[in-house]
């Protein structure tokens, strides 16, 4: 039987801490694996298949992640009675935010694409429980405007070798990082979360594996003294043979956004 893929692109946003990461996986519950199960309950019989923009990590949540859906034979006919169902019977920490349909050249994994980073942290105190799963509670006081110069030490096009977990002397570690700041925290508010807390906001193409996490990790030495600014520079360079060996805790990682070029 002849079959005709018709193709689609959903924005989804979900809060991690429960799921161990995107990528399924045997035996444990993973936003793909809980994704697909939804999709094959109200699509039924209708063949499927979904590819997602990138992997977060197990704690790691989405305010704007992306996912692409492959549809045989049968098009999706309304978009808005679609979203209504699809978020129905997803679970309440997953929420499917748009559709649109795409052309079959269309790639969500090759095509060109921003992904902008959000780590939500505070310093210096104990944080009510609640906020654990979206901010990380670092207790020591940290000097942030040194954090904050550090993180501009990140723009540009360097060498990220440092900044990649179990990295090989085979790997392509040359990435451009658009943008790297730290801001006070004015985009994630609850009235349990601390007076002040910040956001380390990164935009780029492309990350390899706990690359944010190392890099804030770094920063988070930096800010109890325990590196300098010069250190950083030197880890970024082509010849650096550093490996950073603090990765930050994961549930302070948000994916904010996804845009396509």
Known sequence: MFNKRFYYLIKIQYLGYRFHGW????????VHLMIDRTLKFILKNVKFKTLGAGRTDAMVSANEAAL???IYNEPIQDFDVFLEIFNHNLPQDIRALSIKEVEKEFNIIQDSKL?????VFSE???NHPFCA???TTILEPLDVEIMKK?????????????YCYRATDRGEYERTIESSEIIENTIYVANFFPEKSYVFKVVGKGFMRNQIRLM????IKLGRGELSLDYIEQ???????????YIAPASGLILHSVEFE
């Open 23 to 30: 990528q399924k996986q045997p035996d444990v519950k993973t």
């Open 68 to 70: 692409e859906l492959f």
């Open 115 to 119: 992904k902008e980073y959000h780590y």
């Open 124 to 126: 210096g105190q104990k």
């Open 133 to 135: 799963p979206i901010l």
């Open 150 to 162: 550090g993180a501009k030490l990140f723009r540009g096009t360097h060498n990220f070798k440092t």
């Open 216 to 219: 804030f990790g770094c920063l």
């Open 235 to 245: 880890t970024l360079s082509h010849d650096s043979k550093e490996v950073m060996d």
